[in-house]
């Protein structure tokens, strides 16, 4: 049995009768995915701002990066790589569309994330002087929501609801 399939088999287990009546499965499905991949991605730019970069700004000879800008770098390639094998393999398996154009249409939605979430970033961290991970959670919040539209009327577009 593969990886996609025992993934999916432990999220199923959990979809219980009262949550079909409020969602259908491919839904909760993605919710699953993207809580597994927000622990993840999370637990990478903790590790990154913490102790990869100690808390402090990294100098890269020709600019210096905020830690936390820096943080969200180690992240982001993380979230992406894990994200969009949860969603093809899991969420949005039915998909009629070929991997390569999925990975494309995954990527180029992620930029857009990327940047709406650096936004994000600056305002909540450096404006609003907020803790950079509290921060990462909300702006995680955020962009999954666009991420979810994305996904089912662009990336996967297609797909059937199970």
């Not at 979809?15 to 991605?41: D, E, H, S």
């Not at 950079?132 to 909300?138: I, K, M, Q, R, W």
Request: net charge positive; aromatic share 14%; glycine share 6%.
């Amino acid at each position: 049995m593969s990886v996609a399939k025992l993934i999916t088999r432990f999220i199923d287990r959990f979809y219980v009768k009262p949550l079909g009546a409020l969602m259908p499965l491919q839904t909760f499905r993605y919710i699953a995915c993207g809580g597994i991949n927000w622990v993840v991605t999370t637990l990478c730019f903790w590790a990154a701002f913490n102790f990869l970069l100690a808390k402090q700004n990294l100098d890269l000879g020709f600019m210096i990066v905020a830690s936390h800008t820096a943080a969200l770098g180690v992240a982001w390639p993380v979230s992406i790589v894990l994200g969009f094998w949860m969603q093809k393999n899991i969420s949005f398996k039915s998909s009629p569309l070929r991997g390569g154009t999925q990975l494309l249409r995954y990527f180029l939605s992620n930029v857009v994330a990327a940047i709406i979430a650096w936004g994000l970033e600056k305002l909540l961290v450096e404006r609003c002087h907020i803790f950079p991970t509290v921060a990462f959670t909300l702006i995680y919040l955020t962009t999954a929501l666009l991420g979810f539209a994305a996904n089912k009327h662009f990336t996967f577009r297609g797909a059937e609801k199970e």
